[in-house]
């Protein structure tokens, strides 16, 4: 139990502080309400319409996008980097992981060319 005493203690410190950050804001703010406290902060500008004016949806289709090509650098990051390494991929099993990771690439660039062809990139076209 000694060995413990340490973890113990660093752990009523941690929920001690967690606790004091929570409650004292409460005890020592000011609570008066004022026209400019309950304004929505935007960036320290002011507010402007309506907040729920809806998106284009060439926003939502741009962000798609990121996301697949984000996704892909998941595939192709660790297969880079064990490539390189001594003991990455086996020499036997390195062209079907290339021909694996071509197809990905493939793949990524005829969706690239759907998307541009469909005119998700054309912001000016209605």
Not at 36 to 52: F, I, L, N, Q
Not at 71 to 85: D, I, K, Q, R
């Amino acid at each position: 139990m000694a060995n413990y005493l340490p973890i113990l203690i660093y752990l009523i410190a941690v929920v001690g502080f967690a606790a004091v950050s929570l409650i004292l804001p409460h005890l020592v703010a000011p609570k008066k309400r004022t026209r400019v406290k309950g304004a929505p902060y935007e960036s320290g500008m002011d507010p402007v319409g309506d907040a729920r004016k809806p998106f284009d949806v060439k926003f939502y289709l741009i962000a798609i996008l990121f996301l697949v090509f984000d996704v892909e650098l998941l595939f192709v990051y660790p297969w880079a980097v064990s490539l390189l390494a001594p003991d990455g991929i086996p020499l036997a099993f390195r062209t079907a992981v290339l021909a694996v990771l071509l197809v990905l690439m493939a793949t990524l660039a005829l969706a690239y060319v759907v998307a541009y062809r469909k005119g998700v990139f054309d912001w000016r076209r209605k």
